[in-house]
């Protein structure tokens, strides 16, 4: 279990995560949910270690985040964040293959392989990742971060996704959740954050909703994501469909001009 108490991370004596806690479960996918600016990418990067908080702390499977060597954080947890930069020209292999580094030699050669089809990237194998549209070299961060811990560990195992899905078509965006949901029965908890209410809805376990620099409301996703805490949380009318096991929950957002509509008829 990852589990971080009273995270607290200023910046110039300005609260950018104010007191947050959050526990993310193997077998679970944890989303998280805010406006911009709510301070999701922050405490994203607290959890990974990227960067460190002034109070709180985090602990990975009972032990405190800055008691792992770096070696041993990458044995149970992968990060994909949400810009990444290269500067060498690499092919899209060599990079997917830079997710195995911290392995050593821990690892099935048919991995790379394995992870690329999933993620529908095998045959840009030899492409030069520079020239790939942006849906494209999400793919390739993507599958990067899930070489690193494709292979089943007797012990939970961490993936923390930073908006994995933005540059993507919806049959990407539902393909991704889809390989999300396969990962997560491999004993890791998967955290994400991610803008799409409906993707949310309908994949999380968890959903954590954030805005100026506080969790205001976690849980379920289903008693989390109703529309009286969504509008709270996003300042917009919004209104929620709940779905069943034939049909998806569906989250409609109101258009401005139909704004001044919905509280006339309210
Ligand atoms: N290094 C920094 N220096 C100054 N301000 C920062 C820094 N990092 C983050 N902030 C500020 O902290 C606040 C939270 O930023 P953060 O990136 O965590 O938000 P977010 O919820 O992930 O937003 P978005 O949905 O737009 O990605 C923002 O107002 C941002 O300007």
Redesign the pocket.
């Known amino acids: 279990m990852l589990q971080a108490t009273d995270i607290h991370f200023c ?2 004596n ?1 609260p ?2 104010n007191k947050a806690s959050i526990k993310l479960l193997p077998g679970e996918l944890t989303v998280i949910l ?12 607290v959890l990974s270690g990227d960067i460190q908080c002034r109070h709180g702390n985090v602990l990975y499977n009972g032990k405190t985040l800055s008691a792992y060597k770096t070696s041993q954080l990458a044995q149970i947890r992968a990060v994909m964040p ?1 810009h990444s930069t290269l500067s060498f020209p690499f092919t899209v292999q060599e990079v997917v293959e830079l997710g195995l580094l911290p392995l050593k030699n821990d690892f099935k050669q048919e991995t790379v392989r394995e992870v690329m089809e999933e993620t529908q990237t095998w045959h840009l194998r030899d492409c030069d990742y520079s020239v790939l549209s942006g849906g494209e070299k999400q793919r390739v961060q993507l599958s990067r971060v899930l070489v690193q811990i494709w292979e089943k560990k007797p012990y939970p195992r961490f993936l923390l996704l ?2 994995p899905t933005s540059s993507m078509d919806i049959a990407l965006q539902h393909h991704v959740l889809a390989i999300i949901q396969k990962i997560k029965s491999r004993n890791i908890a998967v955290l994400a ?1 991610l ?1 799409d209410l409906n993707l949310a809805a309908n994949y999380a376990d968890q959903v954590v909703l ?1 805005k100026n ?1 506080n969790v205001m409301f976690q849980g379920p996703a289903r008693k989390t994501m109703t529309a009286s805490k969504l509008m709270e949380v996003f300042d917009h009318p919004i209104s929620v469909f709940e779905g069943d096991s034939h049909r998806p929950t569906v989250i409609h957002t109101v258009p401005f001009s139909q704004i001044d509509q919905q509280i006339k008829h309210a």
Do not use: C, T, W, Y
């Not at 805010?34 to 990067?45: C, D, Q, V």
């Open positions: 910046i110039q300005r950018i995560v805010g406006p911009n600016g709510a301070g999701k990418s922050s405490l994203f990067k949400q930073d908006e954050i803008h954030m620099g």
